[in-house]
T-cell receptor
Framework: AAGVIQSPRHLIKEKRETATLKCYPI?????VYWYQQGPGQDPQFLIS???????DKGSIPDRFSAQQFSDYHSELNMSSLELGDSALYFC?????????????FGSGTRLTVV | AQSVTQLDSHVSVSEGTPVLLRCNYS??????LFWYVQHPNKGLQLLLK??????LVKGINGFEAEFKKSETSFHLTKPSAHMSDAAEYFCVVTHGSSNTGKLIFGQGTTLQVKP
């Protein structure tokens, strides 16, 4: 079965650079969520999209932005990167029909800022 | 507001002995509760989910959890630990009264399994 695809798997950037993370949800899933997991931390909700519109916003820095495209894939754009942005970034998807019961996470993108 | 508290940050058991990972929740609504497992450098895998159909929920790999409203608990158990169970475990609750929307994670419990 198709899963949530995230790319790239690993990314190394320097301070003040920009990064773009991509997420491809499970087909027919209409909702995408982004989470950030720092070293030794639990995942923290960043932002979510339903039918290409932002549906909820969490602790996402102003330097970050995200969007969901017409094909339902989503991109998380991160600018002016800081050392503290080094983390594992998860994308998850679900459909309103199954909601949290059908919530599926991708394998994550590990971002290292040096 | 919804929240979960995992009572142990680290649990160590011997292979073949029972596992108990404790979780208490706080919710203004009837919650949806989940347990996720994360192996080192891996993504999050759903172990089981409470859907209000039955208070005893069976998951993958022999894990199960019991929803106890009177104790606001959702502890995860397994009768016999395997070495492959060593991982980080997260108790998770949905935010809000619906079954959509963001998930709120507990702080995580590291399970160590000794030979």
């Amino acid at each position: 079965a198709a899963g949530v695809i995230q790319s790239p798997r690993h990314l190394i950037k320097e301070k003040r650079e920009t990064a773009t993370l991509k997420c491809y949800p499970i087909p027919r899933h209409d909702t995408v969520y982004w989470y950030q997991q720092g070293p030794g931390q639990d995942p923290q909700f960043l932002i979510s999209f339903y039918e290409k519109m932002q549906s909820d916003k969490g602790s996402i820095p102003d330097r970050f932005s995200a969007q969901q495209f017409s094909d339902y894939h989503s991109e998380l754009n991160m600018s002016s990167l800081e050392l503290g942005d080094s983390a594992l970034y998860f994308c998850a998807s679900s459909s309103t029909g199954t909601g949290n019961y059908g919530y599926t996470f991708g394998s994550g993108t590990r971002l290292t800022v040096v | 507001a919804q929240s979960v508290t995992q009572l142990d940050s680290h649990v160590s058991v011997s292979e073949g002995t029972p596992v108990l990972l404790r979780c208490n929740y706080s919710s203004s609504y009837s919650p949806s509760l989940f347990w996720y497992v994360q192996h080192p450098n891996k993504g999050l895998q759903l172990l089981l989910k409470y859907t209000s159909a039955a208070t005893l929920v069976k998951g993958i790999n022999g894990f199960e959890a019991e929803f106890k409203k009177s104790e606001t608990s959702f502890h995860l158990t397994k009768p016999s630990a395997h070495m492959s169970d060593a991982a980080e475990y997260f108790c998770v609750v949905t935010h809000g009264s619906s079954n959509t929307g963001k998930l709120i994670f507990g702080q995580g419990t590291t399970l160590q399994v000794k030979p």
